[in-house]
């Protein structure tokens, strides 16, 4: 069986949803910034300010290359995946992509309560950052999806039942 993948903005809830569906369908949940951070034994924020973006996109690569291989399982991956079109190659390959998409403010509100976790939004204005991020990604996400859900008012089990439906 294919894979599923979750892609889109930073809280979007692909991690949420992801875990959710795979306990639904008794899959395997791989979350790719878990997977990095297991393997790195260091936070996503601390590999970010300890050796840069480029690294840890490096590690990303990798990590999804790896993971892409596997089959019957849920995948939620970083944001910032579609920045590297390798990334969506690979999971493409053996997986249909899920783009969870929320209005601009929804994304502030959740990414407020796990700040500290997302160094891109670590600016004196992160609202200006989710614009910028969002206005630069938005055509990356619509490329990759082969389906798209708006999360903006729903609970990861209302998501979760659509991504159900749509397959
Ligand atoms: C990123 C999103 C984060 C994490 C890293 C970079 C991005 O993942 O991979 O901070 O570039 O959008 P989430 O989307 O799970 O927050």
Same mark, same amino acid.
């Given at each position: 069986m294919k894979n599923i993948v979750l892609i889109g903005f930073m809280g979007t809830g692909k991690t949420c949803t992801g875990r959710l569906l795979a306990q639904r369908l008794r899959r395997v949940f791989v979350d790719i910034d878990k997977k990095i951070e297991l393997e790195q034994g260091m936070t996503i924020s601390e590999i970010f300010h300890t050796y840069g973006e480029a690294y840890f996109r490096q590690r990303e690569r990798a990590t999804i290359a790896k993971v892409?291989?596997?089959?019957n399982t849920v995948i939620a991956t970083g944001?910032? %995946?579609?920045?590297?079109p390798d990334n969506i190659i690979c999971l493409k390959q053996q997986g249909v992509v899920i783009w969870l998409t929320a209005s601009p403010d929804v994304i502030f509100e959740r990414t407020s309560r796990r700040r500290g976790s997302r160094p891109l939004l670590d600016r004196p204005n992160p609202r200006d950052a989710i614009a910028e991020l969002l206005a630069e990604r938005r055509r990356l996400y619509q490329a990759a999806a082969d389906f798209t859900i708006d999360t903006? %008012?729903?609970?990861p089990w209302q998501v979760v039942d659509e991504i159900i439906d749509v397959l």
């Open positions: 892409a291989r596997y089959t944001g910032g %995946a579609v920045l590297n903006t %008012a729903k609970k």
